[in-house]
């Protein structure tokens, strides 16, 4: 970083700071409560860039003031931003201690910002931040490596199937930063210092914010990207669903089987592969003869069916050819649209190549609608199964694409975003024109295997993807699901039992299957998902074994069917927090320190998690395991569900955890949820 720079007036006389060298120009402005967004470019700062943040921020009061040593600084409620004379920046909590600042490379080169051409338009950009040793790191969306705290990690800012790249970091320092980049990339939380990469951009672009406490943190982050809508109260039902029903006789019948049982089940899933050729976005009448029948029934029942939309599209689809020539698929650099292969009907389980539409074009959104609406929406389809809206492009070559957005390494992660949004506005839109309808002025609510930041405020329920069926994975799901509340995300579930195998006859498969439902009973969604043994082959025809609650044997059918009858008496007060989370940005799974920031072995625990603020959950995630240790945080005390103990808080306890229950913890004084856990 050249030393010649210089402090310039702010834009439009608005409070800010503005720098300005021969390398780069420096913008940091208001940009909500408590918060500022920083901006750099080669030249101009442009202002109409894709990103994150919601576009004009309420005026919030600032205050600049130029100091004769050089250096300004910008007071933006409890945070204040200093920029010395050589355009470096930190940030404090106004009239308190530094919160995070920037940091050189090197004394000479580079400085805490870095511009490297990469094309005409884009750099491979640098961000710089100074490391801090006690500093924890939350958020950044949902990944497998099954840690809480991503301090000394370096992470891929990229979507896959699994891993969603959601570059909002909250940390324990009393900061919340926003990546605000869509591009490919990366970064690293090492220990002499952080960095984040955005491969190919036009600018630098980061938010800022600070708070009293986690949870301001994550209300500022709401307001600056967007509050998830309430969840549709019938979402918090059981959602039944395997890869695959193949038909709709075999479908119905799983749903009247449940009827027949007397299990409540809210949403039952039509999976892919319902159609004859991906981008075809229609039903094929040889399985599913009469969908509008089926929903009809599905209704009378009780029962909401889950359609599976995919984004990609192959040559035999009817939909390829107009879609090419009108523009509304991802390009190429070399002007091939094919990004990826996948089974088609009628080629014996062989493989084809498929493009993708691209969501980052209105006219691709509405071509889209188009045909889900005339095919599935007119049928009575209502809530929308967004897989693969990664999407999964192999090989990662993203340098190679070209979305309507920008080139590929730029804006690749704004795909699931843009994708969730098309359906929620065009839902929206076509449910208000039918106020008989039973969706009539509620959330869409869309169940997508990726995300980006803002996602929530399209009615975004994320969903861990493609996991394994082990005790190990189980237990990263609960990190995993804390990360993307911390994220922004407060919609979120889980394949319960794994999706990749898992044999219903193992009894150490239905142990796990067991725990695995006695964990997702407290979160957001509750959802039967998984490809069963006996697996075929994959192909477009394949299917796998049972999956329903009385597929794993007796014992572990009664186990089941209490914990759903436990889900249904929490069902009120699952639903409250979940409005709280729409208002505030809270979410309903969180880690202990959002309850309890005050106590410094709240910031270590991992393995359980408060679920709302009065119940404290601590799944069993070992095989075999009828007892585990159970951190109570400090500031309540505790009273175990089953044994009616009531502990102090800042105390371990050694809970009972008999396969038909996990240790469930209430917060003393909350007797109308110690009665809805115990059933009294």
Known sequence: MSLNGSLTPAPGGTPALSWTSAEHTLLVQPWGADSVRVRAARHAVAHDLPGALLDGPERVAAQRVDHPDGSATLTVGALTVRLDAEGLLSFHRTGGGELLRERRGHFAWPGPRQFTPVDGHHHRLEQRFAAYEDERLYGLGQHTHGLLDHKHLVLDLVQRNGEVSIPFVLSSRGYGLLWNQPAVGRVEFAANGTRWVADAAEQLDYWVTTGEDPAALLAHYADATGHAPRLPAWALGLWQSKLRYRTQEELLSVV???????????????????????????????????????????????????????????????????????????????????????????????????????????????????????????????????????????????????????????????????????????????????????????????????????????????????IPATFAALGAQIRAGLSAGLSGIPWWTTDIGGFHGGDPGDPAYRELLVRWFQFAVFCPLLRMHGHREPRGAFSAGHSGGANELWSYGEEAYAILRAQLGLRHRLAAYLAAHLEEAADTGLPLLRPLFLGFPADPRAWEAEDSFLCGPDLLVAPVTRLGAREREVYLPAGADWTDAASGETHPGGTTVTAKAPLERVPVFVRAGADPVLDAVRGA
């Not at 002007?335 to 498929?354: K, M, T």
């Open 256 to 466: 009247r089987a449940y009827h027949e049982r007397g299990l409540p089940l809210s949403v039952v899933a039509v999976d892919y592969f319902h159609w004859r050729h991906q981008g075809d976005w229609s039903f094929d009448p040889a399985d599913w003869p009469d969908p509008a029948a089926m929903v009809t029934e599905l209704a009378s029942l009780g029962v909401r069916p889950l359609l599976s939309v995919w984004p990609s599209v192959n040559a035999l689809s009817e939909n390829f050819a107009p879609m090419r020539e009108r523009g509304l698929l991802v390009g190429t650099a070399q002007g091939q649209p094919f990004h990826h292969s996948f089974p088609d009907a009628g080629f014996g389980g062989r493989e084809l190549p498929v493009a993708f539409y691209d969501p980052t074009e209105p006219r691709a959104r509405a071509y889209v609608w188009e045909r889900v609406r005339e095919n599935y929406y007119a049928l009575g389809f209502r809530t929308w199964w967004l897989d693969a809206c990664e999407p999964e492009i192999f090989p990662e070559q993203h340098a190679h694409l070209r979305y309507a957005a920008g080139e590929g390494r730029a804006v690749a992660n704004l795909y699931p975003l843009a994708h969730v949004r098309g359906f929620w506005e065009h839902t929206q839109a076509e449910n208000a024109r039918h106020p008989g309808d039973a969706a009539h002025g509620e959330a869409t609510v869309s169940l997508v295997r990726s995300a980006w930041a803002g996602s929530q405020r399209y009615g975004a329920a994320l969903w861990s993807g493609d």
